[in-house]
């Protein structure tokens, strides 16, 4: 590879931040920063949860730390912050935390009319406030500061460009994380540091603890009807593995995409893409 090129793509030296980087998904992200040469921070509610995850890292030569961090509590996130600081200021942050509840999805025996509020408060809370509001606040200063700025990367869904049936909550939400990312991009750049950019990534469909539920039968794997429809509606005909994140991810997170902000990039196989006919 030119080495031009290989450092466009480099983020060796730069101090990463993965919120939910124990999750399916959020440990492929922390794995692809890690090998893309970041020191990535893993963080879990429980700090032994994330400690665990950035030493399976280390020991595959990465540099990695753990580190506690509750997204809905001001104090830990205070906390974190701190400790970033400490280790140079942060250059990159992911957005890792979210997801849906069972309780806040519609079904057979689940009307809309009798959905609990609190559920669906709780999946709203989950994915805007704690997966991209609360942690902007947190991070954004102390990135904002450094001359070279750094990237801010949100999780939205499918489900926050194209609402999906059953899951109202979650698509409110998501669809809010997109909305977010582009105000955020704006402001931070015209406000604070017009190198520090937001972007964010919309998986398509991958198996996750939280939807495994709704796309294959429990015990036995078998991809569900409505687990069909979406691969019948996906035009690479699969769920997306974890591993097909990292490369949207470490190009949003690097200098090879330091003149986009604010979009909002599909990884879906297609899905966003296929009219159905």
């Known amino acids: ?95 890792g935390v979210g997801g849906n509840r069972p309780g806040a999805t519609t079904a057979p025996d689940m009307p809309f009319h009798e959905l609990p509020r609190a559920a669906v408060e709780e999946v709203m809370a989950l994915n805007f406030l704690g997966g991209a509001f609360l942690t902007a606040q947190a991070f954004a200063p102390q990135m904002a500061e450094k001359e070279a700025g750094g990237a801010i990367l949100a999780i939205s869904s499918m489900s926050g460009i194209r609402p999906l049936t059953r899951v109202p909550g979650y698509s409110a939400a998501k669809a809010a994380v997109a909305n977010f990312t582009a105000w955020l991009a704006t402001h931070l750049a015209q406000e604070y540091n017009p190198r520090l950019r937001v972007n964010a990534i919309a998986p398509g469909f991958f198996l996750t603890t939280q ?34 994140l990292i490369g949207a991810v470490v190009w949003l997170c690097s200098d090879a995409a330091r003149f986009v902000t604010g979009i909002v990039v599909p990884v879906d196989g297609g899905f966003s893409a296929y009219a159905g006919v």
């Open 1 to 95: 590879m030119d080495p031009t090129l290989e450092r466009l793509f480099s983020l060796e030296g730069k101090l990463a931040l993965v919120t939910g980087g124990t999750g399916i998904l959020g440990s492929a992200v922390s794995r692809g920063l890690a090998q893309a040469g970041a020191h990535v921070l893993v963080t879990h509610r429980r700090a032994e949860d994330a400690e665990s995850a950035a030493a399976g890292l280390r020991e595959a030569g990465h540099r990695a730390s753990g580190l506690g961090l509750d997204v809905m509590d001001e104090a830990s996130l205070r906390r974190a912050a701190a400790r970033t600081r400490s280790l140079g200021g942060l250059d990159i942050l992911v957005n």
């Open 211 to 244: 939807n495994r539920f709704l796309l294959t039968e429990e015990g036995t794997g078998a991809v569900t009807p409505r687990g069909r429809r979406v691969l019948d509606h996906t035009p690479m005909g699969r769920f997306g593995a974890p591993e097909d």
